[in-house]
T-cell receptor, first 112, second 115 residues
Framework: GNSVTQMEGPVTLSEEAFLTINCTYTATGYPSLFWYVQYPGEGLQLLLKATKADDKGSNKGFEATYRKETTSFHLEKGSVQVSDSAVYFCAAGGTSYGKLTFGQGTILTVHP | DAGVIQSPRHEVTEMGQEVTLRCKPISGHDYLFWYRQTMMRGLELLIYFNNNVPIDDSGMPEDRFSAKMPNASFSTLKIQPSEPRDSAVYFC?????????????FGPGTRLLVL
């Protein structure tokens, strides 16, 4: 089955710093890739996704590019805000049906 | 749209008691997923349904866990008897279809504590 590996956290940044959270996957074929975000006390919500190689997903200033060569989908943001403090999950879609395989999550804390 | 609704939001119970978690998916969504989140194991898929039929329950930890979906707008996850190691946050999610590109929409979760 698929597997997803995220960089270990927690990640602590100052406001307006550049963010990168690494994500790599192993899969049969080319799964759709997702980043979900979980704010304190809430469920996960989709941040962005990419469905094929070289696609770039973007939302709220976050970006991630589907890199088939390196089997990666790294999350980036040029200038983080305190409100971006959350847990970020990378996920890979199944090759059949709607199963998602999640990474272990990366805790991001942004200080003023 | 109300989103995925879960109840209760918090549950505290004693070991050996039966626990029932409830979920109402987004109207029109054909797939429903139950997940468990713990610090040690992260986010685990327990079971998912398509059109009210269980498709894959390989993630259900043991026979103490059972899930049902009697109709398109309601699902339950039951633990009987509960144990302290079942303490976790349980999420329900739904999606429009089972396509590999589909977004799953998560509920707010039920935080379960078994004493």
């Amino acid at each position: 089955g698929n597997s997803v590996t995220q960089m270990e956290g927690p990640v602590t940044l100052s406001e307006e710093a550049f963010l990168t959270i690494n994500c790599t996957y192993t899969a049969t074929g080319y799964p759709s890739l997702f980043w979900y975000v979980q704010y304190p006390g809430e469920g996960l919500q989709l941040l962005l996704k990419a469905t094929k190689a070289d696609d770039k997903g973007s939302n709220k200033g976050f970006e991630a590019t589907y890199r088939k060569e390196t089997t990666s989908f790294h999350l980036e943001k040029g200038s983080v805000q305190v409100s971006d403090s959350a847990v970020y999950f990378c996920a890979a879609g199944g090759t059949s049906y709607g199963k998602l395989t999640f990474g272990q999550g990366t805790i991001l804390t942004v200080h003023p | 749209d109300a989103g995925v609704i879960q109840s209760p939001r918090h549950e505290v119970t004693e070991m050996g008691q039966e626990v029932t978690l409830r979920c109402k998916p987004i109207s029109g969504h054909d797939y429903l997923f139950w997940y468990r989140q713990t610090m040690m194991r992260g986010l685990e898929l327990l079971i998912y349904f398509n059109n009210n039929v269980p498709i894959d329950d390989s993630g259900m930890p043991e026979d103490r866990f059972s899930a049902k979906m009697p109709n398109a707008s309601f699902s339950t996850l039951k633990i009987q008897p509960s144990e302290p190691r079942d303490s976790a946050v349980y999420f329900c999610a739904s999606s429009v279809s089972g396509g590999t590109q589909e977004t799953q929409y998560f509920g707010p979760g039920t935080r379960l504590l078994v004493l």
